[in-house]
T-cell receptor, first 109, second 114 residues
Framework: SQKIEQNSEALNIQEGKTATLTCNYTNYSPAYLQWYRQDPGRGPVFLLLIRENEKEKRKERLKVTFDTTLKQSLFHITASQPADSATYLCALENNDMRFGAGTRLTVKP | KAGVTQTPRYLIKTRGQQVTLSCSPISGHRSVSWYQQTPGQGLQFLFEYFSETQRNKGNFPGRFSGRQFSNSRSEMNVSTLELGDSALYLC?????????????FGSGTRLTVV
């Protein structure tokens, strides 16, 4: 069966460090992989999309990598700030879009 | 531009009742998807509509249904409510069925079944 796994339910890091979140999938051939941020009680907010033929995508302090051989995406937030604290969701798209369970990131001052 | 609007924001219903939730997508967006979010199951895909046609459906019972109107607005209906239907229901819109610009979500409708 198809599975999307985000490696950690929760991740705590110190302000200024790089946060690295992992998304692994099985039995999928996604055309796109997306990352979203969700704050409590709100809908997810789109951050980045990477296509199956792309290895890396950057946007300001965010970087996403996509390895279709390993079936894995890594999401990095550099120079993290307390305001980056949120749940981060990966989503795979191929006909429809399915989400991982999310990783709750806490950045401590 | 206006975001995705979901109404109502909060709803309390009793078991056995039915409920209709509404979603107005961003102007120009033709695809609307619905998700159920619970603490235990995370975000689960319900269905997607594009140009008034259901394109895909998730693994939910037939009590969950939806539709899309010609102006792209969408409604979802849940009949014979059960306690387990208590959740945050989210709607997302995109320009097309496979969006390279990501999906825009509404703030959701918090449904509580008592």
């Amino acid at each position: 069966s198809q599975k999307i796994e985000q490696n950690s339910e929760a991740l705590n890091i110190q302000e200024g460090k790089t946060a690295t979140l992992t998304c692994n999938y099985t039995n999928y051939s996604p055309a796109y992989l997306q990352w979203y941020r969700q704050d409590p009680g709100r809908g997810p907010v789109f951050l980045l999309l990477i296509r199956e033929n792309e290895k890396e995508k950057r946007k300001e302090r965010l970087k996403v990598t996509f390895d279709t051989t390993l079936k894995q995406s890594l999401f990095h937030i550099t120079a993290s700030q307390p305001a980056d604290s949120a749940t981060y969701l990966c989503a795979l798209e191929n006909n429809d879009m399915r989400f991982g369970a999310g990783t709750r990131l806490t950045v401590k001052p | 531009k206006a975001g995705v609007t979901q109404t109502p924001r909060y709803l309390i219903k009793t078991r056995g009742q039915q409920v209709t939730l509404s979603c107005s997508p961003i102007s120009g967006h033709r695809s609307v998807s619905w998700y159920q979010q619970t603490p235990g199951q995370g975000l689960q895909f319900l269905f997607e509509y594009f140009s008034e046609t259901q394109r895909n459906k998730g693994n939910f019972p037939g009590r969950f249904s939806g539709r899309q109107f010609s102006n792209s607005r969408s409604e979802m209906n849940v009949s014979t409510l059960e306690l387990g239907d208590s959740a945050l229901y989210l709607c997302a819109s995109s320009l097309d069925t496979v969006s390279s610009y990501g999906y825009t979500f509404g703030s959701g409708t918090r449904l509580t079944v008592v």
